[in-house]
């Protein structure tokens, strides 16, 4: 059986996190297969869900693709930055002509994992949530919309600070 409550507060937090990035004017890359919806969510607590919910945003163009910055579930939330080559491949960002971009991304902060083809750096939120098993005060306070508004206005702040720094390093 599905806990409503728990899909509620999910569904919540990608609905806010989606409002406040467009809000900071960043454009979500509409992908049926990974993009949070409702369903998605539901399903993934249904056990129906075999892909990975959540939400990418473009920041920058490379060679042959761009460079988005998103967040994911499996089991933890996560967020980090891949590349998205123009053949929409995203398990490209491990290849020696990507290392820069590896290297831009670990110097904005060390707690990036370099370990997936999939990521050029990637890691998890802090505190860390499990949406799954649902572990921590934290997660069941997201059903509360103004701790869920101050949680994902501190990742946005985070992610457009890191991205602005990013940017920079590709100037230079």
Known sequence: MVSRAKHKIQWSFWKTLKEKMEQ????????????????????????????????????????????????????????????ITSGENRKVSDQKMYAKYRDMVQSLNSDYKIDSPWWLGWKYTEPQLNFKSFNSDLIFALADEQQLKTFVNKIVCEVKKEIEELKKCDNL
């Not at 993009?35 to 129906?48: E, F, H, I, V």
């Not at 920058?60 to 996560?78: P, S």
Request: net charge negative; charged share 25%; proline share 2%.
């Open 24 to 83: 900071e004017g960043f454009e979500l890359l509409n992908n049926e297969e990974i993009t949070a919806s409702s369903t998605k969510t539901y399903n993934y607590y249904a056990g129906r869900s075999k892909s990975v919910i959540g939400l990418f945003y473009p920041v920058m163009d490379v060679e042959d693709g761009k460079i988005y910055w998103g967040a994911e579930i499996e089991d933890n939330l996560y967020s980090g930055f891949t590349i």
